[in-house]
């Protein structure tokens, strides 16, 4: 508290030469350069509630080393929809679609075209679904090999010429790793879980010097997401490529180049642990059986929740515990090296997941196909369907739906945005939609979909609980605006900090400005953050006397 008196007394000029005015610990970081690492970790689909209750329940894990000399954002929220894509970018470029640009990793361009169209001449016109997910790998016998496959890549004219486009070139503003290492403030390294995020390198695509993308879900092949014990498998891929680089060590531990200045990983177990009905269930060929998951208290259970209050199944507490597990290893390595007091450790998620009581789940189908069945015979429910089913490329739209809709009308047909959002509405209650977005309402939140080539003309969230599928694999979904899938855990650490709980409402798009702000760079070379006026986490860069 005394620091905080003499700065409010400075502020009164009531000191002047008597003192000297004492640094605040973001100057004391700026000029000392005390913070020289920063390790930034994604559990996906952890909730603040998952970090509150798995804290209280065990008071010896990681979580609650971390949270004992951190700041726990208790009420954060990812920036608008939660998928995985926007989730990412909100933590590294430090925005939301307004500014990166990218809605789901399947999603939709008006001025692209499809893989195929290698000339870009499409006598339709531009429009085609962009597909960055794990079908863009390359595989060999069903097997990825962790590369990106250019031809199945959509085109985009840049300079006048037909080119593939790579997932980091659909980015539309910087990332932090770019900032930092055109900036000469050392190496970059991030892990995830598809070589699709590839979009972590930015626009240059240079910004990540160490990027490694261990494919969870091979198409055709081996999924590793049907099992929690193959999901923590292939999670630990990533972590021993963290401890590596703890170590100084490239991820596969070949090279000594330097501890990176920002390095980080996202985990899947958890996510995976919130969605499974049946752990290892083994119905879905050709994906196989985990062969290792055979304890009988998680195989064939379900995942997610036992109640609205957030008690974790066997299956989602297996998760849990193992991703703690591999956070202690992080933290041991960090003090093994000597850098731990050195380290901002922040550990976030790019989005929740929907419904946590799982007697909210409902599972009614396709968007597009319950338009459709609607009314086969109307125009809008033909229109729908025909956007959602039966049109990859060209200028026909595209509906994308998870635990949300989103809906790009056909080219030259927005002009029936009005109609089509009123029909959607006058059928609520069928289609189970608990608000409908568009016209003005939605470019209050996003860019005007009649000028940016990728906002949606119309959003749907459903009613909580309600994903539009007709998947028995999965109970849980996220994608949407409900805040189930938006609040997420955020602890920000180091061992110099007293622990603290902050409840004011903050946005994981902050944790990219305060990244740099630790690392003595100016938020602002971020370009999302000077669009969308993104600011520092509060109270992260307070005096240390409280």
């Known amino acids: 508290m005394k620091r905080k008196l ?16 004492p640094a605040a610990a973001n ?23 998952d970090v509150a209750n798995y804290v209280s329940a065990h008071p010896n894990s990681a979580l609650a080393e971390l949270s004992g000399h951190g700041i726990t954002y208790s009420n954060a929220r990812t920036p608008t929809n939660s998928d995985s894509f926007p989730g990412l970018l909100a933590l590294i470029t430090g925005g939301s ?28 016109g531009p429009g085609s679904m962009m597909v960055f997910d794990e079908s863009i790998d390359l595989y060999v016998n069903g097997v990825s090999q962790n590369v990106i496959d250019p031809t199945q890549l959509p085109n985009h004219i840049v300079n006048g010429k037909c080119v593939r486009m790579f997932p980091h070139s659909a980015v539309r503003s910087n990332t932090i790793f770019e900032v930092i290492k055109f900036e000469g403030h050392g190496r970059t390294a991030w892990a ?22 261990p494919e969870i879900t091979n198409v055709g092949g081996f999924d590793n997401t049907v099992s929690v014990v193959c999901t923590v498998q292939n999670d630990s891929l990533k972590v021993a490529g963290i401890l590596n680089e703890i170590h100084g060590l490239t991820h596969d531990g070949k090279t000594h180049v330097g501890v990176p200045a920002v390095f980080g990983m996202n985990f ?37 929740y036992t109640d609205g209050l957030g008690t974790p199944t066997a299956v989602l507490n297996y998760g849990l515990s193992k991703t703690d597990e591999s956070l202690g290893m992080m933290i041991k390595a960090l003090k093994d090296a000597g850098i731990y007091d050195s380290t901002l450790f922040i550990v976030t998620a790019k989005h929740g997941q929907s419904p946590i009581n799982p007697v909210k789940t409902n599972k009614p189908g396709h ?3 319950l338009v459709f069945g609607l009314d086969n015979t109307n125009p809008i429910g033909i229109l729908i369907n025909n956007a959602g089913n039966n049109c990859n ?49 939605l470019k209050l939140k996003f860019n005007n979909p009649l000028n940016d080539s990728r906002t949606p003309d ?89």
């Open 6 to 21: 003499i700065i409010a007394a400075l502020s009164l000029g009531l000191i002047r030469a008597v003192m000297p005015v």
């Open 27 to 49: 100057d004391g970081w700026e000029r000392d350069r005390k913070i020289k690492h920063v390790l930034l970790v994604s559990v996906d689909g952890l909730h603040a509630l």
């Open 97 to 124: 679609q307004i500014s990166h640009g990218l809605f789901y990793d399947v999603s939709y361009d008006r001025t692209i075209f499809a893989p195929s169209d290698t000339t870009c001449s499409n006598p339709q």
């Open 192 to 213: 995830d879980k598809h070589p699709a995020y590839d979009i972590a390198n930015g626009p240059s695509g240079k910004g990540v010097d160490d990027l490694f993308t």
């Open 268 to 304: 899947q177990a958890v996510s995976v642990g919130q969605k499974l009905e049946a752990d290892n269930k083994v119905s879905h060929p050709p994906v196989g059986q985990c062969p290792t998951d055979t304890d009988p208290s998680i195989n064939g259970q379900p995942g997610g």
């Open 367 to 369: 968007f597009a196909d």
């Open 393 to 441: 490329s060209g200028p026909c739209g595209f509906v994308q739906d998870d635990d949300i809709a989103l809906v790009w009308l056909p080219t030259g047909q927005q002009g029936l945005t009005k109609s089509v959002a009123d029909y959607f509405n006058t059928h609520a209650k069928e289609l189970f939609i608990d608000e409908v977005m568009a016209g003005r309402e």
């Open 458 to 546: 119309i959003i749907v969230q459903p009613i909580y609980g309600t994903i539009y599928t007709t998947s028995d694999k999965k109970n849980a979904e996220h994608g949407g605006f409900s805040f189930g899938d938006t609040n997420v855990g955020l602890i920000v650490s180091n061992p110099e900090f007293d622990r603290r709980t902050i409840k004011t409402p903050v946005a994981t798009s902050q944790v990219a400005a305060t990244i740099l702000k630790a690392l003595g760079i100016e938020p602002e070379e971020l370009d999302a953050v000077r669009k969308e006026g993104t600011p520092v986490l509060p109270l992260t860069f307070e005096g240390d006397d409280e």
